[in-house]
């Protein structure tokens, strides 16, 4: 028997999805190149996708000219309905019946108005048939829950996301100077610019604390829409937007390099499937400022400063902690190190082993 990974992942821009998706497998890799196996091991990925990831026991394979739902649907379905096939961005093929989709969250239901009509009717249709024709699994308990409760199902699997990726990362150390962050204190932000992330409230705490507010680095994409309203000097100094620092895109080098020297990670999201970047932070020695919703009670444990994501000054009250208690933020990197520990992607691996035996 083949068992088949849908890598249409490796065509996509790294977001957590994606991140998820190319170390599990890497993870999957390193688990059957240890000990034998009478199965054989695929990663399909459409024509023009250009990374190629280091493994030994895994085969990476192109198939089709066809690429996104269309290939999925089509030359992904063909080339793996005689195995098993393990989808792991929230789509795959509808017909396949021995496969195992991970679907990340329950947004697309939950927050159906961030979504265009088109992505709603798409991804809609597809996790609600998956979830009848295979199994399916996410990311957390909480999106399991949603989950269940979305699509009716009652068995849907957790596979957690980890972190200690960036434990291998070599740290950029001039990332820092570069930004101009050099001997003052900054608050970062990891992520995308999504409704859910809570850019927008996030803003009016830095604004509110004033000339004292700490510089607000946000590492990812090109600012979009939602910071569209500061258009003048003068607004965005009223704003408190002089106090923001856009990066763009990053490295994981750079990355872990803002990590390193942040005095904490914001992570002021209204709704998440699990949040990478905290337990990213905590492994990095970075104290964790988070909404207190329960995907990120359920990831951060006692180990992250909550406060309420809908109020800019309870914000204001978690930055301030961390700003004027030194032996508060030693404590919380203690307690950091201690909770990155609990998630691993090779226990992910072998979860995901044990659910791909039962298909």
Avoid at 20 to 37: M, N
Wanted: charged share 25%; net charge positive; aromatic share 8%.
């Amino acid at each position: 028997m083949t068992t088949f990974i849908n890598g249409r992942f490796l065509t996509q821009t790294t977001s957590g999805v994606q991140r998820f998706a190319r170390e599990v497998v890497i993870a999957l890799d390193k688990r059957l190149s240890e000990g034998p196996t009478v199965d054989k091991w695929v990663l399909l990925v459409p024509e023009g996708a250009t990374e190629r990831l280091p493994l030994r026991a895994i085969t990476q394979r192109t198939t089709g000219r066809s690429s996104g739902h269309v290939w999925e649907q089509t030359s992904l379905y063909k080339t793996a309905r005689q195995g098993k096939l393990i989808n792991l961005g929230n789509s795959g093929p509808v017909l396949h019946s021995r496969a195992v989709t991970v679907v990340h969250d329950a947004m697309i239901f939950r927050t159906p108005e961030n979504f265009s009509r088109k992505y709603r009717l798409v991804h809609g249709l597809l996790g609600r048939l998956l979830s009848r024709r295979g199994k399916i699994a996410t990311v957390s308990e909480f999106s399991r829950q949603e989950l269940e409760s979305a699509f009716g199902a009652k068995d849907i699997a957790v596979v957690y996301n980890s972190c200690e990726h960036m434990a291998a990362v070599a740290r950029d150390q001039t990332v820092v100077s570069r930004l101009g962050l050099e001997d003052q204190p900054y608050l970062l932000f990891v992520g995308s610019r999504t409704p859910n992330k809570n850019l927008r409230r996030a803003m009016e705490a830095i604004r509110m604390m004033g000339p004292a507010a700490p510089k607000f680095v946000i590492a990812g994409a090109a600012a979009s829409s939602v910071f569209q309203s500061y258009e003048t000097s003068e607004q965005r100094a009223n704003s408190g937007i002089d106090k923001v620092v856009f990066t763009g895109r990053l490295s994981d080098e750079e990355i872990a390099g803002l990590y390193a020297g942040a005095t904490a990670l914001l992570f002021p999201s209204l709704y998440e499937g699990f949040g990478i970047p905290p337990l990213e932070a905590m492994l990095l020695g970075c104290p964790v400022l988070a909404s207190d919703i329960p995907p990120t009670r359920e990831v951060c444990g006692d180990a992250a400063l909550f406060f309420d994501p809908y109020r800019p000054d309870d914000m204001v009250r978690a930055i301030n902690e961390v700003l004027r208690k030194p032996e508060h933020r030693v404590t919380m990197i203690e307690r950091g190190h201690q909770r990155a520990q609990a998630f691993s992607w090779d226990r992910s691996a072998q979860r995901l082993l044990e659910i791909v035996e039962q298909l």
